[in-house]
């Protein structure tokens, strides 16, 4: 599969330049490409300890993405999956390192170790206070005596850049950064690889597996296990972390490995936070995308027991976009249903002229049944009749129940009946229609303008102008007409309605996916009803 | 593929109860899963106009993720890229509107039009004051007149939200909605389709291909595209943006429909604001995932011509992750490589014992070369005693620009030129020692005390304990008997060495890949060479 990238040279120069543009002027990046990829705090005064992590690439917003106030100095980016040179990482030390010294954070891989390892040697031949700490997070393989470093990275990150930022000397932040190390477990599960920037994509998880504590590199997990859901894919990832966890409380971090959708990602911590460690986890930082393995769909869990000071460190404030912050790990609060929901019913009343006004139009509906549907089979299913039929007849069983002496209020109960009895569209409409009426009725204006006041949300709603080949085309000019007296609202209806069998080209409804040669000749089965059931009022 | 959820039956309600979960007890739902699923603030009280949003799931984290102070008052999750129902929309509507009102910001589409629509009439008939804006930012299909809502909504919740949170009324909130509705454009592109749970994927886009100007929910785009790189990629979407934009400056919202990597993104930006309309853009969004398409590897940019006073809501604050913040795009700051990316260099001094004293040393590795390797090849690739020699043989070479006469900074030097000519990890680590070393003599240590601490640095960054088959198992030992003569330490050395050849479970460096038959009776080539040098030096 192509990916979003212009040439596998240029992808991690391209994407710093991406993200320092787009910093509004907090990041800077030294000269030095290509080999030198470097971002750096642009106000950054050497007055406090600095920060520099970094590594291959790959894995953002790790580690550029979280250069910034309260978090690191500078990120040193290699390759994808390659580590920077000594040079970049002295470059970086170098360009930010004052009085106060300098931390790398560095995650255990042999190249990262050794180059920072010797960046941080050269460094201090220059006499700058250099210390370095290891993080070795990842449980995987638990016998493995140089376990990797992995998303727990982000504790570190956050925590001795929170105590940075409050001024603290460099072996506070040191040991601090050390005791986060030694507490921190992270394992992470996949149920695909990730794809290389110009590689051929490895297919090695067979479907209905996932890879069980794989790293962040596309190198193989230490098993394949069955995965059948996400309660079962946290639970095994679960046992893994609870062997190593103690009584205390957790601070839990879950972490998007690149290609989980976030839909997914919410699933997941559902799951975590009703897995059995739960009782042990507090608060969960994300889910995010922190420490990613390019495209890979996957996840890890990092586990830290944070005391009341690390705490207060990880929740305090920084801009950046890419930390998602702490938050508390609550029992969900469920507010009961608002009342409203079953809707008022007014209050039956009896009223001749109007039930037999009513009546009447609904037989009118009814015997078009056969009409309308054989004029709809033209352009579309041919059911517009039944539809129609279909709500006239409930409207009718209805009447006991409707407020026939309250004009007013019987609009709503029209379009509620339609609301509840009516399928489709056509029905959302017509609910909509009568609704809106009732509305306008209600709010004092005369019957003619309630109706269009009606048909105007209808619009609104269903998007359908004049000319657009629907229902309006003939009850728009008959509510127009309708000044004059019914007979004149009759023709325009008529006319209306006639002229619908010319549009060939339909703008709203389903119509609006029929070729023109199937409409042609064709009058709208909505228009025709509303046309004929003016022309019987007005007969 | 396989995806992190559980049924596609739960997923929604197990994504909101995660959401809600993790909010830090901010959020709450309503009851009456599994059809009603509202996530709402938690810490409402109706004083000011409610922003209600929705539509189907799936594009996390809209809208659910973007329910808080500054942006949503509710949101109302409908199935997977199904509308919510009536009553779920106004169930949402009644929980959260008060005497101020309530504004619902819905996509165009048909469902979620006729739904939220007329949702809103149920409501109003409780005497609530609610508005409804459609947001129709798509210019995927310039002829339809019924433009998608797609990603551009974000600039919608933005802003009424800021609005909302000023305390601004109904009217004033809508208006300003209208607006932002009436000037957002937005066009996304993709590489891959999305996988919607419980369906099969389909393989609709050809390796080459892009599609061009497709919708959120799946459906096909325009037009597929030939797809060669990022960059023709943006200038395909940026083609369609330039023609709906005017003169002004605008602000550009970059979105990941879920499935580009964070490393892709950035690529994006970088070809964003390299683009024909770069002049126009003053600010961007993101990139991030806001509204995605569950998995789709694909983007989308929005546009719009923010006035100032709009420019600081899209500005203000607020503490949900999701929305990733505006930044303004700057051009980009490139510093200076630091001086000291060229090593210092001591002053060459001679000194005759001490020249004497290194090459024999280094005469002892040259000699060595051929019985080393072969003890390499036993359990590696042959080459340490290549390598060591080569070293020795280069260290000769270097002999007059070495500071001989000064001790002190003869390890440094020493250390410099072996990071320059060795290649590998051991030059690495080798480099590491005597710098160390050179360190600890320039702070004051005796000499063995120096090379100790060298020792020291070289295993912490190297990771080799006593007892991992490596050169630390001669040289520690022997460092340890200096303090007894020349003699003990050769003496020790020898012991150490031998012993590496009954280890047969190496834990660190390269023989850690080897099985134990392979590696038992031969000793490490590199514990043999530390103590061919004591017995040499001891002779």
């Keep these: ?40 705090r642009n106000d950054w005064d050497k007055s406090k300890v600095a920060l520099v992590s970094g590594g291959g690439s790959g894995h953002e917003p790790a580690h550029a993405g979280f250069v910034g106030e309260g978090m690191l100095t500078a990120a040193v980016c290699g390759d994808v999956f390659a580590s920077p040179s000594v040079d970049a990482v002295l470059a970086g030390i170098l360009a930010v390192t004052g009085p106060a010294g ?7 891989y042999t190249g990262d170790r050794l180059n920072f390892g010797l960046a941080a040697e050269r460094a201090r031949a220059f006499g700058l206070n250099v210390e370095m700490v290891v993080v070795d997070d990842d449980i995987a393989l638990p016998d493995l005596p140089q376990a990797r470093g992995v998303a727990g990275t982000l504790f570190v990150h956050k925590i001795a850049g929170a105590l940075a930022d409050q001024g603290k000397d460099l072996d506070t932040i040191a040991i601090a950064a050390r005791k986060v190390i030694s507490g921190t477990r992270s394992i992470g599960m996949s149920l695909d690889t990730c794809t290389v920037p110009g590689s051929p994509k490895e297919d090695r998880i067979p479907e209905g597996k996932a890879e069980l504590g794989l790293g962040i590199h596309g190198e193989a997990g230490v098993e394949q296990v069955e ?20 009584h205390k409380t957790h601070i839990a971090l879950l972490n998007n490995l690149g290609g989980a959708s976030v839909l997914e990602m919410s699933v997941l911590l559902h799951e975590l936070i009703g897995s059995p460690i739960a009782g042990q986890l507090s608060h969960v930082v994300g889910p995010a995308s922190m420490m990613t393995s390019l495209d890979m769909r996957g996840f890890s869990v ?18 950046l976009a890419a930390w998602p912050g702490l938050s508390e790990i609550k029992p969900i609060t469920v507010e009961a249903l608002p009342d409203g929901l079953t809707p008022i019913t007014p209050l039956p009343s009896d009223h001749d002229e109007t039930r037999v006004f009513l009546t009447d139009c609904c037989n009118v509906m009814i015997a078009l049944e056969d009409d309308l549907n054989a004029l709809d089979a033209k352009s579309g299913d041919g059911d517009t009749g039944t ?6 007849r409930s409207l009718i069983n209805a009447m006991d129940r409707l407020p026939l002496a309250d004009h007013t209020q019987l609009y709503r109960a029209i379009g509620l009946e339609l609301s509840q009895t009516m399928g489709g569209s056509s029905g959302v409409l017509l609910a909509i229609f009568f609704a809106a009426t009732g509305d306008g009725a209600s709010s004092g204006l005369p019957m003619r303008e309630a109706l269009k006041a009606g048909l105007q949300r209808m619009q609104e709603i269903g998007g359908a102008n004049l000319g657009d080949r629907t229902m309006v085309d003939a009850l728009a000019p008959a509510l127009e007409a309708l000044t004059h007296g019914l007979q004149e609202a009759a023709e325009a209806a008529r006319s209306g309605a006639n002229h619908t069998a010319t549009i060939v080209k339909a703008k709203a409804g389903r119509a609006s996916y029929i070729s023109a040669k199937q409409l042609e000749g064709h009058v709208d089965p909505g228009a025709e009803a509303v046309a004929r059931l003016f022309e019987h009022l007005a007969a």
Tied chains: 1, 2.
């Design 387 to 392: 539809t129609l039929a279909g709500a006239a």
């Design 1 to 40: 599969m192509a990916q979003f990238m212009n040439t596998k040279e240029d992808i991690v120069t391209e994407a710093v330049d991406g993200i320092v543009a787009a910093s509004g002027g907090k990041l800077a990046r030294l000269d030095g490409y290509p080999h030198i990829r470097v971002v750096i």
């Design 102 to 108: 300098c931390l790398l954070i560095v995650k255990n």
């Design 227 to 246: 995965f059948r859901s996400a309660r079962e894919g946290i639970a095994a990832v679960v046992d893994k972390l609870a062997l190593t966890m103690d």
């Design 302 to 319: 990092s586990v830290y027991a944070a005391d009341a000071s690390e705490l207060r460190l990880l929740e305090s404030s920084t801009e």
